[in-house]
């Protein structure tokens, strides 16, 4: 294996490691935004909101389809920053989301588990590089498998991708086109 293809290589399974780490704590930290919103009593205000929205739209959209059919008012759906644009942001959707996307949660128990995952992905990050710079100073790709197989990287899915660049596709058709797959001799015309 080349030395560059096992760096590229090194270089995906850190991006992995560090997505990974991400959405761990990501999940987690949803979960506590959404227990602190829960605990503080938000949530169930912001469900009351979300339902008198909902209301108020519906209210609205059959109002809007009679004043739309009636000749006398023909009225007209605006567009881009109109009423019904506007509206419509909050109806059918969790206001509670929207809410919690635009809370910052600095402190208490969100941050915590924030400054967690900063802590882990520092710790990957620089245990990578780690790994790159031992990579890099090595002569050759030889000694570089070796190396993260002693690491305990799986090459396996390189080694595969090798051997199906190293055979070249063949046309079984073209082979035998005497019909025969055998020696039977000197063939005579």
Not at 90 to 109: H, L, W
Request: glycine fraction near 6%; proline fraction near 1%.
């Amino acid at each position: 294996m080349k030395k560059k293809a096992l760096l590229e290589f090194l270089t995906k399974v850190e991006n992995k490691a560090i997505h990974s780490v991400k959405e761990k704590f990501g999940a987690i930290i949803d979960e506590d935004k959404a227990n602190v919103l829960n605990e503080t009593g938000y949530h169930e205000r912001l469900k009351k909101i979300q339902h008198r929205f909902n209301s108020v739209y519906e209210e609205y959209e059959k109002l809007v389809l009679e004043m739309q059919e009636n000749k006398d008012t023909s009225y007209t759906l605006g567009t881009y920053n109109s009423f019904e644009s506007e509206v419509s942001k909050f109806t059918g959707k969790e206001i509670e989301e929207k809410v919690a996307n635009r809370c910052t949660f600095d402190g208490g128990i969100v941050q915590t588990i924030r400054n967690n995952m900063e802590k882990e992905l520092e710790a990957v990050r620089a245990n990578y590089l780690k790994v790159r710079a031992v990579c890099e100073g090595l002569p050759n790709g030889t000694k570089v498998a070796e190396y993260l197989t002693e690491t305990g990287f799986d090459l396996s899915s390189l080694e595969k991708l090798e051997v199906k660049m190293l055979i070249p596709t063949i046309d079984k058709s073209k082979l035998f086109v005497c019909g025969e797959n055998k020696w039977m001799g000197w063939y005579s015309l």
